[in-house]
């Protein structure tokens, strides 16, 4: 939390829409990262971003999108090829060796 | 299996005793990182332990780790109901620490 926000809280999409998750930091971390947590589960890396206009797949990169245009901002893009999208979704920046992790939200496709 | 595990899974106390967890993992790490999570919340940081350390404290957290049984425990002392949370221990599978591993936490609930 802090520094870094995520919008909005609970998002509802139909099936076959993409949507796009924001997440906004104004610590001038360069790192950043999203996460999706599934009930009663740990977190699996989506994607990473160590610089601007760079982003690497993270494990489970298949059916999400990324872009990194300004430092503050990484959103993501959960596209209609991502199967089971409904999900926790978490975002983090990096400062030394740990990441902060922000509020999430929570994506429910009906 | 990921790469970190959590054992107990779920873990009931009553307030005032002591809350043990433990993480197995299964390649080297630098570093070994806690986190906890309350309910629909995001993760808060709560501790890194290095690969060259044995102990670490902070508050009424102890953190061990054993490299060469490749685990760690998260030690809570005289816990109280606002740590009722569920616990994740990380490790990153790259020297530049981006890419973390969580295992499935461990859920704690404290009485009062």
């Known amino acids: 939390d802090g520094g870094i926000t995520q919008s909005p809280k609970y998002l509802f999409r139909k099936e076959g829409q993409n949507v796009t998750l924001s997440c906004e930091q104004n610590?001038?971390?360069?790192?950043m990262y999203w996460y999706r947590q599934d009930p009663g589960q740990g977190l699996r890396l989506i994607y990473y971003?160590?610089?601007?206009?760079?982003?690497q797949k993270g494990d489970i990169a298949e059916g999400y999108s990324v872009s990194r245009e300004k430092k503050e901002s990484f959103p993501l893009t959960v596209t209609s090829a991502q199967k089971n999208p409904t999900a926790f979704y978490l975002c983090?920046?990096?400062?030394?060796?740990?990441?902060?992790f922000g509020p999430g939200t929570r994506l429910t496709v009906l | 299996s990921q790469q970190g595990e959590e054992d107990p899974q779920a873990l009931s106390i009553q307030e005032g005793e002591n809350a043990t967890m433990n993480c197995s993992y299964k390649?080297?790490?630098?570093?070994l990182q806690w986190y906890r999570q309350n309910s629909g919340r995001g993760l808060v940081h709560l501790i890194l332990?290095?690969?060259?350390?044995r102990e670490k404290h902070s508050g009424r957290l102890r953190v061990t780790l054993d490299t060469s049984k490749k685990s760690s425990s998260l030690l809570i002392t005289a816990s109280r109901a606002a740590d009722t949370a569920s616990y994740f221990c990380?490790?990153?599978?790259?020297?530049?620490?981006?890419?973390?591993?969580f295992g499935g936490g461990t859920r704690l609930m404290v009485k009062p």
């Open positions: 983090a920046l990096k400062g030394g060796d740990t990441q902060y």
């Open positions: 390649t080297s790490i630098n570093n």
């Open positions: 971003s160590q610089i601007v206009n760079d982003f």
């Open positions: 332990i290095r690969s060259n350390e």
């Open positions: 990380a490790t990153a599978k790259d020297n530049a620490g981006n890419m973390l591993t």
């Open positions: 610590l001038n971390h360069d790192a």
